[in-house]
């Protein structure tokens, strides 16, 4: 059965907790719906109406473009969280969030709650207006094997120079929005983020 409430609740957070993956969603006005997996120890929960997560350079920057295309200060996603042990059970965040990046000034606050990972470009500050619960009972029951090491790995072995110089030219999302891309390179040792 759906529940909602207007915050995260403790059995919540603690759900969260465990999750090794999420799935974000956002779409602008017009093109395509963006839903982007997330993995890694790279999620927050930073107050019960606030949560917060990292973001790593890939093949697209939508979730960035999205949320700056909103109308509104902040713009519209979804997180889901499936819980694919015992109990089953969906989670969903919805709410409004904005990418933060290394130039912006609340970025050090921010990124003091991570352990930021090779190829970290942004991270989204999420605030949560809505979660949603339900029941999960199509929701196969999986064990993670293990985490890939694969994209941290590549962004440890970059030159920042040239990370930095890759990440900074991709301006547009695949629909054409602008994006803001990042002119820092987060870099670090592949062994020491989970390889």
Sequence with gaps: ???????????HIALISRQSVCFVATAAAEGRINLSPKG????????????????????????????LAAQTDQGRITVMMCNFDQPPLILR????????????????????????????????DMTVESVQTSCGW???????????????????????????AKYSARTQSIDGLPTRPTDRCIVGDAASAGE
């Design 1 to 11: 059965m759906s529940e909602f409430t207007d915050h995260l609740r403790e059995d």
């Design 138 to 164: 199509a929701v196969p029951v999986m064990r993670l094997e293990q985490e890939r090491a694969t994209l941290v790995k590549y962004h440890a072995q970059q030159v920042p120079e040239e990370w930095a």
């Design 40 to 67: 890694y120890d790279a999620f927050r929960v930073l107050s019960p109406t606030r949560v917060a997560w990292l973001d790593l350079g890939g093949s697209g920057n939508e979730t960035n473009a999205h949320l």
């Design 93 to 124: 965040l919805y709410g409004h969030a904005r990418p933060v990046l290394p130039a912006d000034r609340e970025w050090d606050g921010l990124a003091a709650h991570f352990t930021l990972l090779p190829g970290t470009r942004q991270i989204f």
